[in-house]
């Protein structure tokens, strides 16, 4: 599904990174709510959506930070 954003802002989303036909592909952990730490202890990656952007589309390439073991594989993300 795309993932669509209501503020100019930077958002980081949590998900979780796996490869799919030889490359990453992230997927988000569910419902972003602050306080939701459920989703964050799913989350092995934070996808980094710029402010200018609106709206990402299921396919497009976007930047993640890896969050533990995970930070030494790619920093870009298929969504």
Known sequence: DAIT?????????????????????????????????????????????PPERERIEPGELARAILLGDDAATSDRFYV
Not at 5 to 33: K, N, S, Y
């Open 5 to 49: 954003l209501a503020a100019p802002l930077t958002h980081f989303m949590r998900a979780i990174v796996h490869w799919e036909d030889d490359r990453p592909v992230a997927r988000l952990t569910g419902p972003q709510g602050s306080g939701l730490l459920t989703s964050m202890s799913r989350a092995n990656a934070l996808l980094v959506i």
